[in-house]
Every structure is written in C-alpha cells, then in structure tokens.
C-alpha cells in the first residue's frame, strides 16, 4: 500500500497500492472495501477533491488519472511526469503534482488541464504540503532539499539546503503553521521553526530506517511517523515528544516497511509493504 486519501464521507477513506486498485474503505465496515477504480500500474499517490467528486491517482510511470467513480466514461488519462507521481496536494480550484522528473506542476481541475510547470531540481520531487498561514508549499526532493514556493506565483522564495541526507521523502506543516516538519532517508525528523526563520528547532533520529510519512491528528494535538523500520510512531505535537510506538510484537503492527499515513474522523490509518491496511484508534 503506498497511497491513502480522504474519502466522501465522514469515516471514509480511499487507498491504492501496488495492484493498481483504488479501493474505498469505511470505519462502520473495516473488512470489507469497494472497488471504485483501477489503473494499470502501481499507485503511488491519491487525492480527492470535493467539490469536483474527482479522485486523482498518480502512478509509477508518470501518469495521472483524474477519475469520477459515477461517471466512468469522462475519466482522464494524462501521462506527464515521466518517471513517477510521488505528491498530489488539491488546492482550491487546482492540483498540485511532484514527480520524479524534478517537476511541480499546477493543474486546473474543471475542465482538467495542465497550467504550469516549475522544474525545481535534476532529481525526484517526493513530497509537497502547504502552509495557509503563509500561502506558502513545502516540496521535498531526493536532492536532500527543500524548496519553499509562493503557492499563487510558485517562485521560489527559499531553499533549505541538505535538510536530510540524501531525500526527503515527508513533509508536512503544523496546523497552526509555526512549524515544518521534514523526514529523510537518514531516519531523520526535523523541525523546522518558521517563526525564527526556519531555524532546525529539533533533529530527531525518529526511528532506524526512512521516515516515510508524517500525519496530523484532526485537533492538531498529536502527530505520527511511519517507517521503513515497520513502526508508526505518535508525538506529542505541543512538545515533540515521542508517546507510543507501535510496531508488530505490541499492538500488531505490520510486518514490513509503513509507506503512508492518514489521519481523519476515523483513526489513524497506516499502509504497509505487507499489503494490509491498519486503522488505529488513537487517544490525546
């Protein structure tokens, strides 16, 4: 499993993996999932936007599919980023896409179009998240980057160089938008302090192996790491400080690498290398 979005309705998700299958899921139902879509290769990300109903999946060639479940004959297949689609981010009336040709792309959903590209580095783009406090999106690179950019204009106002050795392969802002959090394929978590001009307000070595994902809880009290290591780990977000780990032998855990978090109304969901989708009920 490498992909997990928000879903219609309250304790709804989506998830797609290696099969190439978009599968919706619901809290009231956790054994048994509806297909709502399938590609022709491994999903690597997975949106939805609302307002349109479209479901976006990017896949391992490059490609993106801009799907809609109940009219299945106006999906769109757009073959772009040619080597991967590692970041989707709806944005209002846009999309946001990354991908492994060192590309960020803004798309318009209605009709579906490409506006505009911004080739950021010579390596992939992993991860993008944005910051409404500052209109402001955080791209992640395998450069060991990451590039700050003006979400209306996309220049880019600044580079925190060598943030992880060598990718960065999460990232995400607090809700509250004081702080940035980054992980790398050095098992590194840093906090980056907005408020002091992005000054490393801690570095963290959060687990042994990659830091795949990083998710927020709902009320913006807790955050969660997912690893190469086979653990999801929950944070204290007031104070970074590690609460709980949760790995195999504990809580029944996965038993392979954690590539993607998702935290809604529902839990906290966790997809693994093992194939298996975990959702865990998590208290402040």
């Given amino acids: 499993m490498y992909a997990l979005a928000p879903w219609r309705k309250p304790g709804q998700f989506l998830s797609g993996g290696g099969e190439g299958w978009i599968v919706e899921w619901s809290r009231d139902a956790p054994e048994t999932g509806r297909l709502v879509a399938a590609v022709e290769t491994q999903v690597f990300a997975l949106a939805f936007d609302a307002p349109s109903d479209l479901v ?25 980023h040619p080597k991967g689609v590692y970041g989707l981010l709806p944005l209002g009336e846009h999309l946001f896409s990354v991908g492994g040709d060192g590309t960020l792309t803004r798309w318009l959903l209605d009709p579906v179009r490409s506006i505009e590209s911004v080739h950021l580095s010579a390596y992939a783009l992993r991860c993008i998240s944005y910051c409404p406090q500052r209109n402001e ?14 979400a209306q204009t996309l220049s880019v106002k600044r580079i925190l160089k060598e943030a992880h050795a060598p990718t960065v392969f999460s990232i995400r802002y607090a809700p509250d938008g004081r702080f940035l959090f980054s992980g790398g394929r050095d098992a590194i978590l840093r906090v980056w302090d907005i408020e002091s001009d992005f000054e490393v307000n801690k570095a963290i070595p959060a687990h042994w192996f990659t830091v795949n994902s990083i998710a927020y809880s709902p009320d913006g009290t807790l955050f969660a790491t997912a690893s190469r290591d086979k653990t999801v780990k929950i944070w204290d977000a007031q104070n ?13 855990g996965h038993i392979n690498s954690v590539n993607v978090l998702l935290w809604t109304d529902a839990g906290l969901v966790s997809g693994s290398d093992d194939r298996t989708l975990n959702l865990w009920s998590v208290a402040p």
């Fill in 56 to 80: 976006i999946a990017g896949n391992m060639n490059g490609g993106l599919h801009f799907i809609r479940p109940d009219q299945p004959e106006a999906t769109r297949n757009i073959q772009h």
């Fill in 137 to 150: 999106l955080a791209v992640g690179a395998s450069d060991g980057h990451i590039y700050l950019l003006d």
């Fill in 240 to 252: 970074i400080e590690l609460l709980k780990v949760i790995d195999v032998m504990r809580h029944g």
